[in-house]
């Protein structure tokens, strides 16, 4: 055989594999899921699965890397669509919002604990590409923090990184908040969850807005 066919066969495999582990993740939970369950809903041996993966925790490590670099995209997407910075902005959280909607194993799996321990020969490789993909996307917002500071929109005094993560952590935390509390919102507030997303959008942004930007606004 080729080596192409067999990388496109090996390829062909993890996403089998991966696919069913993703279905058990959701149905049964990531502690009650086990090989046995993974081996016979993706149709494989567990030695077959075992070449591919070497535990649980590669498979869902795979997961999460996967789900990172499309978050990554819709970040992207969203930013080369936006006509300013606040079609930017708000295009960037509509995306993470329904990132959530859709793929909540993701986005739960994007605010978990990351192995920073690069260094060590045992880390394995799916921990530096987590790493190196949770990079990408903290470059491509703090991009969009430089340009506002270019533009005279954003205040000059803030600290990038640190608000780059502030960010990431507020707007993460209250779209998953507002999922979970939905019919709270609107029976106690009169408004829909989306409403009060775009609300918290914006309270958000206004807290690193210039002055000037901040008027008509």
């Not at 991966?18 to 046995?36: C, H, N, Q, S, V």
Request: proline share 2%; net charge negative.
């Amino acid at each position: 055989m080729k080596p192409h066919k067999k990388e496109e066969l090996a390829k062909f495999h993890r996403s089998c594999i991966i696919t069913a582990a993703e279905r058990l993740f959701l149905e049964k939970g990531i502690e009650k899921t086990t090989m046995d369950d993974i081996s016979k809903e993706a149709d494989y041996s567990k030695a077959t699965i075992y070449v591919y993966f070497k535990s649980k925790d590669e498979i869902f490590n795979t997961i999460v890397y996967n789900s990172m670099n499309m978050l990554l995209e819709r970040i992207k997407k969203a930013i080369s669509q936006g006509e300013d910075l606040f079609g930017q902005y708000f295009g960037i959280c509509n995306e993470l919002s329904c990132y959530r909607d859709e793929y909540p194993l993701y986005f739960e799996s994007t605010l978990g604990d990351i192995n920073v321990e690069l260094e060590l020969e045992e880390t394995p490789q799916v921990f530096r590409d987590i790493f190196n993909v949770g990079e990408e996307i903290n470059k491509e917002i703090g991009i969009f923090f430089q340009n506002g500071i270019d533009q005279g929109l954003i205040r000059s005094d803030i600290h990038i990184p640190q608000t780059v993560f502030l960010y990431w952590a507020s707007i993460a935390g209250l779209i998953r908040m507002t999922g979970q509390k939905q019919k709270f919102i609107e029976k106690s507030m009169g408004v829909s969850k989306n409403e009060f997303l775009q609300y918290g959008f914006k309270t958000l942004l206004f807290s690193v807005l210039t002055e000037e930007a901040k008027k008509g606004r």
